[in-house]
Nanobody, 113 residues
Framework: QVQLAESGGGLVQAGGSLRLSCAAS????????MAWHRQAPGKPREWVAT???????AYADSVKGRFTISRDNAKSAVYLQMNSLKPEDTAVYYC???????WGQGTQVTVSS
């Protein structure tokens, strides 16, 4: 069974940084693309970034230049380094294994102005 466990969220002032982590199990991690999504209150879930199994990376325009996605296949983990945070980045952040329907519980990121 696929399990995804996000961590690293918190409260930070605008301009600050956070690093999110996601531990994956139940999949052959090195064979899987991984993504981060987020959902702000009252809004639909939106895609943030993807890293493929071949380490090809893509970002949503709203986070490009500020966020960095990375993966560690030895640890079955994917990370999201978030810099220059803005209040509009406030959301619950979820990681996702491409091709699977499972989601973790998410981690809350709150950016104060």
């Amino acid at each position: 069974q696929v399990q995804l466990a996000e961590s690293g969220g918190g409260l930070v002032q605008a301009g600050g940084s956070l690093r999110l982590s996601c531990a994956a199990s139940g999949i052959i991690f090195s064979n899987n693309g991984m993504a981060w999504h987020r959902q702000a209150p009252g809004k639909p879930r939106e895609w943030v970034a993807t890293v493929t199994r071949g380490a090809i990376i893509a970002y949503a325009d709203s986070v490009k230049g500020r966020f960095t996605i990375s993966r560690d296949n030895a640890k079955s983990a994917v990370y999201l380094q978030m810099n220059s945070l803005k209040p509009e980045d406030t959301a619950v952040y979820y990681c996702h294994a491409l091709g699977f329907s499972h989601w973790g519980q998410g981690t809350q990121v709150t950016v104060s102005s």
